[in-house]
């Protein structure tokens, strides 16, 4: 009796210590969104009072407002659906060509070029903006869409061509081998076979591309100047000026610029965690 009272015992707090350790990781991650959206709906005169509020009182929209009305935003935020589109699509054509590659046909050097496209993932984005910068320099490219599309189909290549290539293994051949014997071509298999059973793989393929792109800040910021081409996430930086920082606008901003992402992802949300475990089974 009391051996199982012991063991309850332990269960019960272990039970309770990941409970608590979880609850504690959630507000983490939780409170401080709560406090920028309540934040957005404050006057400027409330946002630095004391004891701070949680709901606030009155609450007003003239921070979205002042947001939705800046001419400046909006363009940054058309920027931004431009180039995350770009990338998206580009990454979308050439993961789905290299991934079958990749997955059906052996030659030499396969696997080294294989790995060395995943090693580049090793190096932070730090060490490669200097070479980067020189090249698009170089090309007269600084300052354009295409210069920003080309680094970050960089970063998307890697992990979307290995995911999309996982995936591919796993697919029967014999179904592409019954389609040849039927006369389809190879681009007839890819669109009306492989592509339509890859539906996980290239909804993970297509959120990993666009949330990278879309909220990508550090090559956004070197390789942009001045508004014509800037995106949303290097705009918002500039809500920190000599005066101070202006928090309600910049929290309304940041929460509008993140509902397209939000929106997205919770479409795909079932395919990309489906393409996401399949992709990572073989490699």
Not at 102 to 124: E, K, M, N
Not at 236 to 244: E, K, N, P, Q, S
């Amino acid at each position: 009796m009391a051996i199982l009272s012991t063991s309850h015992a332990r269960r019960v707090a272990h039970h309770s210590v990941v409970w608590i350790s979880g609850v504690t990781l959630a507000a983490f991650a939780v409170v401080p969104l709560l406090w920028g959206v309540s934040t957005s709906f404050k006057r400027e005169a409330d946002v630095y009072g004391f004891p701070p509020k949680w709901i606030p009182s009155p609450a007003t929209l003239t921070n979205y407002l002042s947001v939705v009305r800046d001419p400046a935003l909006v363009h940054e935020f058309v920027n931004t659906l431009i180039i995350a589109g770009t990338t998206t699509a580009i990454a979308l054509v050439i993961s789905i060509l290299g991934g079958y590659g990749f997955s059906r046909y052996r030659f030499r050097g396969r696997d080294t070029l294989l790995w060395t496209v995943l090693l580049t993932q090793l190096f932070p984005r730090v060490v490669v903006i200097v070479p980067y910068f020189v090249i698009l320099r170089n090309v007269q490219l600084i300052n354009t869409y295409q210069g920003l599309v080309m680094v970050y189909l960089m970063v998307v290549f890697p992990v979307a061509i290995w995911m999309i290539k996982g995936f591919f293994d796993n697919l029967p051949k014999e179904i592409e081998e019954a389609a040849e014997m039927d006369g389809c071509s190879l681009l007839r298999i890819l669109w009306s076979i492989i592509i339509p059973m890859s539906r996980p793989a290239l909804a993970a393929v297509t959120m990993y591309s666009f949330i990278l792109a879309y909220n990508e800040f550090l090559f956004a910021l070197v390789f942009t100047n001045g508004l014509g081409k800037r995106p949303l996430s290097v705009g918002l930086a500039f809500f920190i000026d000599d005066t101070g920082v202006n928090w309600g606008e910049l929290m309304a901003a940041s929460l509008l610029m993140s509902l397209p992402a939000i929106v997205v992802f919770s479409l795909a949300q079932k395919l990309l965690v489906r393409g996401l475990s399949e992709g990572a089974v073989k490699g």
